[in-house]
């Protein structure tokens, strides 16, 4: 059987006060529809249609990336007439067996909870996931006969003083079999409080229909709060943060604080990790047996292997560091960094593009950009790899087992032999040929007697 997935995502969110549609901020660093699309993608065999209008392009663009974009289709809504008008949009691309009604700014509904609804679907039932709140003030209320059988909702606007007393609401999220859909859809009025096609009513049709109304609950009201303003967006980043660093933590990695610690993207975990407070991981992130994260550290789209400690108030971005390699406080590894085993990085040092070999050490003040430095060689506080001419970049190759003295500026394209030395402050331009000296600096002079000059006394 076809299971087609429609997303509302066409309305402005005037709330959010924002240039940007209010499915497109993020949480957890994806965009809030992302989160729908990638959830209702994991239901098997879905095709996902998302209902477009506010900002259409940009949405639309944003999810190109998705992965199974190709079970991903765009309706458009060009005028918001209500959720019914807007399900409508998505009808002709429908197949013949369930769909399923998501909206694009719950971002945290899950895919167990989507699962069961749909299972209770078929020509006699239609599922509905409701929530019972203590302020159910804006939703429509979920409206029961005297058996406790759903017969209708009805949308906060539209309800009498009893019916405002109901704190069963919609969720808005429901399911039903594509027939069902089309049989009620064309039938929907805008007669009502707010002059809209109201999805709504599908639910009082299918009462008249013989149709029982599942409803059900989620596991957690979180998975149903819908996003219309920053704070619900803020308090849903941390529902969300919480229940990753659970996940986390069950994993085996040791968090300082779990309240303090932002995965934006996916990480791979072994056992016995430390996390210090203030960690934030983005992208695609790995961290092997043993990797110990200091506090305040920024962490993207990197690999960190056995043993691997980063120190406090590091960034590292693209960056692969080696067993047992260290870095920080405070560097900076930027995108093509690698680090061989037991490799050292200390404070303020920059990289960018440089592979670092096993057991290299750059522990002050440096920066190495597109560098290749063998295996033990040392480098000084202040050393420069000077890679750009303002116009190139070229590479700086040194290596093993070489010793660059300190604030040497290595002019690239340069290379550097194994076992040579450079002495402190050199300006290196020439090939340094293996296990040579190079000192490339003005010799020290000296004036005896030296007079320093005096101040002249003001008249
Ligand atoms: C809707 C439900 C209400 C439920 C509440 C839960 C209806 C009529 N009401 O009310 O019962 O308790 O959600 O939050 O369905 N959208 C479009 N096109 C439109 C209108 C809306 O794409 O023409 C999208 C919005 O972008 C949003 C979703 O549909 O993602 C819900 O619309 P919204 O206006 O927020 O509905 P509510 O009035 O909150
Ligand atoms: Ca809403």
């Not at 599922?127 to 029961?144: C, E, M, Q, W």
């Amino acid at each position: 059987m076809s299971l087609d997935v429609v997303i509302l995502a066409a309305g402005q969110g005037t709330r959010m006060r924002s240039k940007t549609p209010k499915v497109l901020h993020p949480l957890a660093g994806r965009p809030l529809v992302r989160h729908v699309v990638d959830t209702a993608l994991s239901l098997d065999d879905a095709r996902v249609h998302v209902v477009i209008g506010h900002g259409g392009d940009s949405v639309r663009s944003s999810l190109e990336t998705v992965t199974g974009a190709t079970n991903l289709s765009f309706c458009e809504q060009t005028e918001q007439k209500g959720t019914g008008h807007a399900v409508a949009q998505s009808l002709e691309g429908l197949g013949d067996g369930k769909v399923l009604v998501l909206y694009g700014d719950v971002p945290l509904i899950q895919t167990k909870t989507l699962q069961t609804l749909l299972d209770h679907v078929d020509d006699e039932h239609m599922a509905l996931l409701t929530v019972t709140l203590d302020d159910p003030t804006g939703y429509g209320r979920i409206v029961r006969d005297d058996k406790r059988a759903v017969t209708a909702i009805v949308e906060h606007k539209d309800a009498d003083a009893a019916q405002r007393y109901i704190r069963e609401c919609n969720t808005g999220i429901m399911a039903m079999t594509s027939a069902q859909l089309k049989r009620w859809l064309p039938a929907l009025s805008a007669d009502n409080a707010q002059g809209e096609y109201y999805l709504t009513d599908v639910i009082a049709m299918a009462a008249a229909d013989g149709v029982e109304v599942d409803a059900s609950q989620p596991s957690s009201p979180v998975e149903v709060e819908g996003v219309n303003d920053r704070r619900q967006l803020a308090a849903l980043e941390r529902a969300y943060q919480r229940r990753q660093a659970e996940h986390l933590m069950s994993a085996g990695v040791g968090l300082a604080d779990p309240a303090r610690f932002d995965l934006r993207g996916d990480v791979t975990v072994g056992r016995d990790i430390q996390v210090d407070v203030n960690v934030i991981l983005e992208g695609q992130v790995t961290l092997e047996d043993d990797v110990i994260i200091g506090p305040n550290c920024v962490i993207k789209d990197s690999v960190l292997r056995r043993g691997a400690v980063v120190k406090a108030n590091s960034h590292l971005d693209g960056v692969e560091m080696g067993e047992e390699s260290d870095c920080g406080p405070f560097a900076r590894l930027r995108p093509g960094t690698r680090l061989g085993a037991r490799a050292h990085v200390g404070n303020f040092v920059e990289t960018k593009n440089a592979n670092l070999a096993d057991g290299v050490k750059a522990g002050h003040l440096t920066y190495l950009g597109d560098a290749e430095i063998g295996a033990g060689t040392n480098i000084g506080a202040g050393t420069i790899t000077c890679n750009y001419d303002g116009a190139n970049k070229h590479r700086t190759r040194i290596g093993e087992n070489v010793f660059v003295g300190s604030n040497t500026a290595l002019v690239a394209p340069v290379t550097v032999g194994h076992g040579a030395t450079i002495a402190a402050g050199s300006t290196i331009t020439r090939e340094v040929a293996e296990s040579d000296l190079a000192i490339a600096r003005s010799r020290q002079t000296a004036k005896s007697g030296w007079q320093r000059p005096v101040k002249t006394p003001k008249s």
